[in-house]
């Protein structure tokens, strides 16, 4: 059975601290995406790994796959207050699945002013 | 952003009340999903579909039934309500082709029974 464990599940920091948390699995995805869902609103899309050892980064976040394609992280650098939220990792069943997604139980954030 | 409401975004009811909820959309997306949120247990899908009549159960789907007869438009019924489906509901679509098989979702549905 396919599982997505997030660590921590949560999270309380200082604004302008630096933050990393991380999905892992003992299975192979495909690829995995990172949502973030803010109180009361459901989870927006916030980036999506397809390579093993791929890097993205969108603005003060920085996402990397792992070179086996078994695990991701989310490193934040100089957290903001709007950084709050949670954040859930995701990744696709498996081919033919009619594109169903493997969700994580998140990490629950806090940035304090 | 997939231009995904939901309706009602709130609802109180009694058990064994029946409930259904609605999910629009506006982009032509193939695949569309219901999950339910609740703590400790992350997001659960209920029942998704895969194109217009083509629905399937998933993981949660006992009390629940779902119809989709066009694309725009997913329903989510709730036969005889149950306090233990007090939840948070989510409607989200993904769209057809090769692709990583990302999910847009609505607002979400704040169910309560009583």
């Known amino acids: 059975t396919q599982l997505l464990e997030q660590s921590p599940q949560f999270l309380s920091i200082q604004e302008g601290e630096n933050l990393t948390v991380y999905c892992n699995s003992s299975s192979v995805f495909s690829s995995l995406q990172w949502y973030r869902q803010e109180p009361g609103e459901g989870p927006v899309l916030l980036v999506t790994v397809v390579t093993g050892g791929e890097v993205k980064k969108l603005k003060r976040l920085t996402f990397q796959f792992g070179d086996a394609r078994k695990d991701s992280s989310l490193h934040i650098t100089a957290a903001q207050p709007g950084d709050t939220g949670l954040y859930l990792c995701?990744?696709?069943?498996?081919?033919?699945?009619?594109?169903?997604?493997?969700w994580g139980l998140g990490t629950s954030l806090a940035v304090n002013p | 952003d997939a231009g995904i409401t939901q309706s009602p975004r709130h609802k109180v009811t009694e058990t064994g009340t029946p409930v259904t909820l609605r999910c629009h959309q506006t982009e032509n997306h193939r695949y569309m999903y219901w999950y339910r949120q609740d703590p400790g247990h992350g997001l659960r899908l209920i029942h998704y579909?895969?194109?217009?009549?083509?629905?399937d159960k998933g993981e949660v789907s006992d009390g629940y039934s779902v119809s989709r007869s066009k694309t725009e438009d997913f329903l989510l019924t709730l036969e005889s309500a149950t306090s233990s489906q007090t939840s948070v509901y989510f409607c989200a679509t993904s769209r057809q082709g090769v692709g990583t098989y990302e999910q847009y979702f609505g607002p979400g549905t704040r169910l309560t029974v009583t």
């Open positions: 579909s895969y194109g217009v009549k083509d629905t």
């Open positions: 995701a990744g696709p069943r498996g081919a033919g699945n009619n594109r169903k997604l493997i």
